[in-house]
């Protein structure tokens, strides 16, 4: 059985930085295309960073250049960091894992609860 579950999330101000982390179990990250993707209140799910088996990376335009995703396959486990943080970014976070080793139109099959991030002016 597949399990995701996510940590880092939290309160920051403006300009601060957090990580967050999505361990994985009943799956083996190094293997497919993972992702975070999040929804801030009254928002639709938005996708924010893609990162395929062979390191290619896909960011939100949004994020570029303040947040990076990652992945360490010896802790089976995915990584987002996130730096400069804007009020813009307040949403809840999710870890997503599909089942292909390319993300481009890649289904995410499986999702994490989620994990708050808040980013105060």
Do not use: H
């Not at 960091?81 to 976070?93: F, G, H, I, R, W």
């Amino acid at each position: 059985q597949v399990q995701l579950v996510e940590s880092g999330g939290g309160s920051v101000q403006a300009g601060g930085s957090l990580r967050l982390s999505c361990a994985a179990s009943g799956y083996t990250v190094s293997n497919y295309c993972m992702g975070w993707f999040r929804q801030a209140p009254g928002k639709e799910r938005e996708e924010v960073a893609l990162l395929n088996t062979v390191g290619s990376r896909n960011y939100a335009d949004s994020v570029k250049g303040r947040f990076t995703i990652s992945k360490d396959n010896a802790k089976n486990t995915l990584y987002l960091q996130m730096n400069s943080l804007k009020p813009e970014d307040t949403a809840v976070y999710y870890c997503a894992a599909g089942r292909t080793s390319y993300c481009r139109n890649a289904d995410f099959d499986y999702w994490g609860p989620g994990t708050q991030v808040t980013v105060s002016s």
